[in-house]
Structure formats: C-alpha cells, structure tokens
C-alpha cells in the first residue's frame, strides 16, 4: 500500500487486520500535548490517551531524549542474558517508589497479570503444597485477554466462545468481603484485584475492602495481588494506585502508562513472594529490553518529581469538579460521577455510543468503559484549558442529545 490517502489506508487496514476491533474511521497521524492529528489534518483534543497508555502526553522531550539515546547507541533490544542500564534503572525506581521489593519486566498488562498468575501459585505450591492453586479474582473486573489473565476476568462476555478457561479461579462480589470469605479454602494461593475496576466501569474499590483483604491475606498466608495496570503509575495522584488507599499487595501488575507509549508491562512483588520466581520459572524475550526499559526509566523518573504528582493532584480535583458541575446540569442524562484522580467515569441513562460519536465529530477523543459508562483517562500532563476545551464540547453534545 502507498497511498496517504485516508480512505486507502482504511480500506487496507479492514481488508489485513484480523476483525479484532471495530476502528473509528480516523487514521492518527502525529500527536502534541494533549492532543493527536488525523491523516485529513484534524486536530483533536485526546481524553483516552491510547486507554490510559500515553501519560505524558504526546512529544514529551524528556520521553524522547531517552529513546533516541538508546537508539543513538545502536540498540532496543539485546535479551535478558545480559544486563542493561536502562531497565536496571527502571527497576530499582519502581523498587524505591513502590517499597516492594522485584521486579519482573514483560510487554503488557495482560502479561503482567500472566506473571502474577504463575506467582500465585508458585507461591501457593512452596507455602500449602501442590493444591493450593486456587486465584480469586472479582466478578466484573478486567485483567487481559490472554488465557490467564482472560479467566481471572470476571465478565462472562470476554469468556464467550473461548471454553474451556483455565481452572482454579474463583470469582467474589467486588467490594463486598464477606463473599470473598466464603471462597477461601486452604487451596487459595492469592487475591487478585484492581483498586479501581476499569474495564468494568470505573468503579474504586472501598478502601475498607482492601483494607479487610490485606488482613484475610495475612491471617491464611494467601498474595494480595493488585492489577494496576490502568490505574497505577501516577493516574491517581502517586506513583502507585495503592498509595491511595494506603494498603500494599504483595504484588502489583503494571503496563499502560510504565512505558508512557512503549509497550512495557511489569510485575512487582513485594518480600513476602520476592523470593518465589528461581532461574526458569519464568521469562520474556523482549521483557525490559533496552527500549522498553528507557521509556519506563523516564516514566518513573518524571513519577519521583513531587511537581509532577502534584500537578496530577491538582487538575484531577479540577477534572471531578466539573464532572460533577456537569450532572447537576443534566441529571436527567448523567446518573453518576465516579472514579479517583485522572480516572473518572460519568455513568449515563442511555448507551454511550452515540454520545462518544458526536464527540469525535466535534473533535473530542472519549472511549466507553462499558456500555453506559463514559471514561476520561486524559494524558497526566492535561492542563485545566484543556478540561475546559473538554466540558465546552461535551456540554454542546448533552444539550444536542437532550
Ligand atoms: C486493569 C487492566 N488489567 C489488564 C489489562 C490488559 O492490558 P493489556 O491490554 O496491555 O494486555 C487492562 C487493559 O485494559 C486493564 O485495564
């Protein structure tokens, strides 16, 4: 194919791509700040930031002097035989920010959760013996498509077609403790679950939850595993999600904003499991490779600037703000404001299909986090001009729907 011609690319990309995804019929050419442009030359202002993956926003200086460096010196990529700076430098941030105490290095969320997964029960077979394999994750969450990380997803429609699952998982009510009781047995190897649920809605986690899963992972020896991957490096306000809520898991599943655009994923396990993974158990070609491990350098490096978190801190207070300011003027459209930090949700009456639509048209990026749940995961470098530009548009959408 060598036309720029929009239409052509489009129509070759639906003609070679496995029918995976349902496009929007833009094709994304270049990005600034906060905002991307279109093969046709429109400018759109970006509050998905590639599903809550670009967190620095786009042509970040920093992010791009430590890709170019790596590839200046002639090489992304030289395996996991060998030692190399830019992931070691990655690790022993994500090991300071953290207070855990390893780091594993994959290329995405689902990935992570895989590594998570194997822990588990690596975990559960040294400590309670060979049966002691059973993950409970939470109904209506998301962890990845793999077969793992696919399971441990507790929405039956992403299971659909692919049976049989992998045994052993067992699903409990997210926020409710006493359903998560009734399934620990001495074969529970670990608890995995996201502080917020994304995929599922936009829906955080009560901290006293947490809280009473870290305390039923103590008492019966079981890993409490959080799946941060969309939540965490930075989009609540700290380098991690867990921070937040002020319980540490004895692992946590990383991707999206690690790499803040390249595809990295890490798996981050604090003592209690440190020691658990041997030479073999477990590995990743790519995993922190020199590229890789460059942009998460970066990416943490900008997480240990207290500006840069409180700059988060701030726009997000001024992000709920005008959420809420936004129900109150069309309650009759807008059921709920929920989220943390540069994670919100406005849950909506009707399908947020066309909602989303009409936003895209008027040069707006939104994705849906369910069916009536619209999602606002803007870069973490998004200014309150650009929230403002954001409520302008959206606000002319809910008046043209009402
Ligand atoms: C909480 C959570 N976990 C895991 C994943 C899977 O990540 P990936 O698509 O990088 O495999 C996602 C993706 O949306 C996610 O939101």
């Given at each position: 194919?060598?036309?720029?011609?929009?239409?052509?690319?489009?129509?070759?990309?639906?003609?070679?791509?496995a029918?995976?995804?349902a496009q929007l019929?833009?094709?994304?050419?270049?990005?600034?700040?906060?905002?991307?442009t279109?093969t046709?030359?429109?400018?759109?202002?970006?509050?998905?930031?590639?599903i809550?993956?670009?967190?620095?926003?786009?042509?970040?200086?920093?992010?791009?002097?430590?890709?170019?460096?790596?590839?200046?010196a002639?090489?992304?990529?030289?395996s996991?035989?060998?030692?190399?700076t830019?992931?070691?430098?990655?690790?022993?941030?994500?090991?300071?920010?953290?207070?855990?105490?390893?780091?594993?290095?994959?290329?995405?969320?689902?990935?992570a959760n895989?590594?998570?997964?194997?822990?588990a029960?690596?975990?559960?077979?040294?400590?309670?013996?060979?049966?002691?394999?059973?993950?409970?994750?939470?109904?209506?969450?998301f962890h990845g498509?793999t077969?793992?990380?696919?399971?441990?997803t507790?929405?039956?429609?992403?299971?659909?077609?692919?049976?049989p699952?992998?045994p052993d998982?067992?699903?409990?009510?997210?926020?409710?403790?006493?359903s998560v009781?009734?399934?620990?047995?001495?074969?529970?190897?670990?608890?995995?679950?996201?502080?917020?649920q994304?995929?599922?809605?936009?829906?955080?986690?009560?901290?006293?939850?947490?809280?009473?899963?870290?305390?039923?992972?103590?008492e019966q020896?079981?890993?409490?595993?959080?799946d941060?991957v969309?939540?965490?490096?930075?989009?609540?306000?700290?380098?991690?999600?867990f921070?937040?809520?002020?319980?540490t898991?004895?692992?946590?599943?990383?991707?999206?904003?690690?790499?803040?655009g390249?595809?990295?994923g890490?798996?981050?396990?604090?003592?209690?499991a440190?020691?658990?993974f041997?030479?073999?158990?477990h590995?990743?070609?790519?995993?922190?490779?020199?590229?890789?491990?460059?942009?998460?350098?970066c990416?943490?490096?900008?997480?240990?600037?207290?500006?840069?978190?409180s700059?988060?801190?701030g726009?997000?207070?001024?992000?709920?703000e005008?959420?809420?300011?936004l129900?109150?003027?069309?309650?009759?459209?807008?059921?709920?404001?929920?989220g943390?930090?540069?994670?919100?949700?406005?849950?909506?009456?009707?399908?947020?299909r066309?909602?989303?639509a009409?936003?895209?048209?008027?040069r707006?990026?939104?994705?849906?986090a369910?069916?009536?749940?619209?999602?606002?995961?803007?870069?973490?470098?998004?200014?309150?001009?650009?929230?403002?530009q954001?409520?302008?548009?959206?606000?002319?959408?809910?008046?043209?729907?009402s």
């Amino acid at each position: 194919m060598n036309s720029d011609n929009t239409s052509d690319i489009i129509a070759t990309g639906t003609s070679a791509f496995a029918q995976t995804y349902a496009q929007l019929p833009i094709v994304i050419a270049s990005g600034a700040g906060c905002t991307v442009t279109d093969t046709d030359g429109k400018t759109y202002l970006d509050f998905v930031a590639g599903i809550a993956v670009n967190a620095l926003g786009y042509g970040d200086t920093d992010l791009a002097k430590a890709l170019h460096a790596v590839i200046d010196a002639g090489i992304t990529h030289c395996s996991n035989l060998y030692w190399n700076t830019p992931a070691v430098t990655a690790a022993a941030s994500l090991v300071r920010l953290s207070g855990l105490k390893k780091v594993f290095f994959c290329n995405s969320g689902a990935e992570a959760n895989e590594a998570a997964l194997k822990l588990a029960r690596k975990y559960g077979h040294l400590h309670k013996g060979p049966n002691a394999n059973m993950v409970i994750s939470m109904q209506n969450s998301f962890h990845g498509r793999t077969y793992g990380a696919v399971t441990a997803t507790g929405q039956q429609k992403y299971h659909k077609g692919f049976a049989p699952m992998m045994p052993d998982i067992a699903y409990a009510q997210f926020n409710d403790l006493e359903s998560v009781k009734q399934l620990v047995s001495e074969r529970t190897c670990a608890i995995l679950v996201e502080p917020i649920q994304g995929e599922g809605g936009i829906i955080p986690a009560e901290r006293a939850f947490l809280e009473g899963l870290r305390a039923l992972c103590d008492e019966q020896d079981i890993l409490l595993i959080f799946d941060e991957v969309q939540c965490g490096m930075g989009r609540l306000g700290m380098p991690f999600a867990f921070q937040q809520f002020d319980v540490t898991p004895d692992a946590v599943s990383l991707a999206k904003g690690l790499g803040a655009g390249v595809p990295v994923g890490a798996l981050v396990i604090g003592e209690q499991a440190a020691d658990t993974f041997v030479p073999g158990d477990h590995a990743s070609t790519f995993g922190g490779n020199f590229l890789a491990g460059a942009a998460a350098a970066c990416m943490t490096e900008k997480l240990s600037d207290p500006q840069f978190l409180s700059h988060i801190t701030g726009v997000s207070a001024y992000l709920a703000e005008q959420l809420t300011g936004l129900q109150k003027q069309f309650p009759d459209q807008i059921t709920q404001v929920r989220g943390m930090g540069l994670m919100m949700g406005l849950a909506m009456k009707e399908p947020v299909r066309p909602l989303i639509a009409a936003c895209l048209e008027r040069r707006l990026l939104l994705v849906g986090a369910g069916t009536h749940v619209v999602r606002f995961v803007p870069p973490l470098t998004v200014t309150k001009a650009d929230i403002d530009q954001a409520m302008g548009i959206l606000t002319e959408v809910l008046i043209s729907q009402s």
